[in-house]
């Protein structure tokens, strides 16, 4: 039978049948023995064959993805952990303060998607706690974001208008929701839907960060079209198998004047003469912010939060 990994505990997988019921499976060693770079070589969001019987079922065979997210693992040098796969759209969730996600991590994030053409959401919540110059750079920062075409809003998790806003945005939809332990995950996630009911905790005073209350990738199902999948809170991304010539190619205010440089595919957009990029920046066509957050993915030198 075929079916969609819908949760994965690392040993154990649900499978969501053709026939609409779930089961629990495990996956044969071959998954385990295949010279698989990934730390889970079946991931959530997966479409799989598997056969089962009275007492439990085995994954037999992957079908080929059609994209994935992914990012190092913290746990396996040389390998990647991969947070979903066949999705429709991404979403990252952030905050400006308790906790602050930092621009590093959102482009990382938005990098990764890129990669694989996928579309991307991103979500600045907690509005209502923000000072009157906090949501003036939250203003800055949405107008930036959309200019690349990501779909961008600022909400308060709490309210209704907010929650509707955010399914408009999902339906029809399968989704990967992304973001720090803290920003409200969580809450939005168990407002979208009554079937949800993820464990919320509070913002630790000391750290003004959040304690992780999801442990395990799951994907829900809202209605018959609409699947969300929920991520552990994310303390850095890394980015997995990019070179020093594709990373622009994932910037989409790069990727559209990097041919006009006077090295073409050769430039990294550093120090070379005849950089279109760098004479965009010079101009302002290009954010700081944005062309920094490139130069730390290039050089691997920031610490990916």
């Not at 009275?54 to 992957?62: A, D, N, P, R, V």
């Not at 208008?161 to 990967?176: C, D, F, H, R």
Request: hydrophobic share 35%; aromatic share 6%.
């Amino acid at each position: 039978m075929k079916g969609r990994v819908i949760r994965s505990t690392g040993l154990w997988y649900n499978v969501l049948g053709e026939d609409q019921k779930i089961y629990t499976c495990r996956a044969r060693g071959k998954f385990r023995l295949d010279d698989i770079k990934e730390s889970n070589p079946i991931a959530v969001g997966d479409r799989v064959v598997f056969d089962h019987d009275q007492k439990e079922g085995h994954i037999t065979e992957l079908i080929p993805r059609e994209n994935l997210i992914e990012r190092k693992s913290v746990k396996k040098t040389g390998h990647s952990h991969v947070l979903a796969a066949n999705v429709d759209q991404v979403m990252l969730i952030a905050t400006l303060k308790q906790p602050r996600t930092s621009l590093g991590f959102i482009d990382r994030f938005l990098v990764s998607a890129e990669s694989f053409r996928i579309p991307q959401i991103l979500i600045f919540n907690k509005k209502d706690i923000l000072s009157k110059e906090e949501l003036q750079h939250q203003e800055e920062l949405m107008y930036l974001y959309s200019s690349l075409n990501v779909k961008v809003l600022a909400i308060s998790a709490t309210e209704d208008a907010s929650i509707e806003e955010v399914k408009t945005l999902l339906n029809g939809k399968t989704t990967l929701i992304a973001g720090h332990s803290g920003v409200g995950k969580s809450t939005l996630l168990n407002r979208i839907s009554d079937t949800i009911q993820q464990t919320v905790s509070e913002i630790s005073g000391f750290s003004e960060k959040g304690t992780h209350t999801t442990t395990f990738a799951e994907m829900f199902q809202i209605n018959q079209s609409t699947f969300l999948i929920d991520t552990p809170g994310v303390k850095e991304w890394g980015l997995m198998d990019m070179n020093e010539q594709e990373i622009s190619d994932y910037f989409p205010e790069m990727r559209e004047r990097r041919l006009n440089c006077k090295f073409g595919s050769r430039c990294i957009h550093l120090t070379e003469p005849g950089c279109a990029v760098l004479k965009a920046l010079e101009s302002g066509e290009i954010a700081l912010c944005r062309y920094q957050s490139y130069v730390s993915m290039v050089s691997g030198q920031d610490n990916r939060k």
